[in-house]
């Protein structure tokens, strides 16, 4: 199935550490948005953005939705052990028909160290 | 429910059987989605209900798989003759039509023998 492409694969850094992470896509969406897995769980919605330049934060996280509509980052400031996790973007297309899907990215495994 | 509920959470069958996976969405969501995760990679979209119909079904792999939802509600999404490639976590998510990020189960993990 498609998925966008999202880089760093994994990131090993010290607590305290600011993370950046990106997404890009042949594509263009309409929404992005930005997701985090712990280990045995489905992933949970961190920030969403809506609009093409939008730049969103939410606590230490920022994200940002590309000009261009093609692409989104994510930053992480000041880690903590619990920002361990896999992180995925995701993109919704626009389509002929509603369908709301939305396509992943292949993930960033994090890792902090104390 | 308070959350998106999956069953059964681990599943391990043989080569070649039928499996039945299940999704209760959280009330009220009237868009459904599964999403299939193989290990170490990111999730692949199989198939979207918006109520009892599935408008998007093109990412089912094959035709032995398939799914339906009833009553608005749960959903069972089937495979059939299955095969070793099919091993992977396999989720499900809910949503309010038209409103983004959906709820995400735990997800069933399948592992084919």
């Known amino acids: 199935g498609q998925q966008l492409n999202q880089s760093p694969q994994s990131m090993f850094i010290q607590e305290g550490e600011d993370v950046s992470m990106n997404c890009t896509s042949s594509s263009i969406f309409n929404t992005w948005l930005w997701y985090k897995q712990d280990p045995g769980e489905g992933p949970v919605l961190l920030i969403a953005l809506y609009k093409a330049g939008e730049l969103t934060s939410n606590g230490r996280l920022t994200a940002q939705f590309g000009i261009t509509r093609k692409d989104s980052f994510l930053n992480i400031s000041a880690s903590i052990p619990s920002d361990v996790g896999i992180y995925f973007c995701a993109g919704q297309l626009f389509a002929p028909y509603n369908t709301d899907k939305l396509i992943f990215g292949t993930g960033t495994r994090l890792q902090v160290f104390p | 429910g308070a959350g998106v509920s999956q069953s059964p959470s681990n599943k391990v069958t043989e080569k070649g059987k039928d499996v039945e996976l299940r999704c209760d969405p959280i009330s009220g969501h009237t868009a459904l989605y599964w999403y299939r995760q193989r290990l170490g990679q990111g999730l692949e979209f199989l198939i979207y209900?918006?109520?009892?119909?599935?408008?998007?079904k093109s990412g089912l792999p094959s035709d032995r798989f398939s799914a339906e939802r009833t009553g608005e509600s749960v959903s069972t999404l089937t495979i059939q003759r299955t095969q070793q490639e099919d091993s992977a976590v396999y989720l499900c998510a809910s949503s309010l039509a038209g409103v983004y990020g959906y709820t995400f189960g735990s997800g069933t993990r399948l592992t084919v023998v």
């Open positions: 209900f918006q109520g009892n119909s599935a408008p998007d």
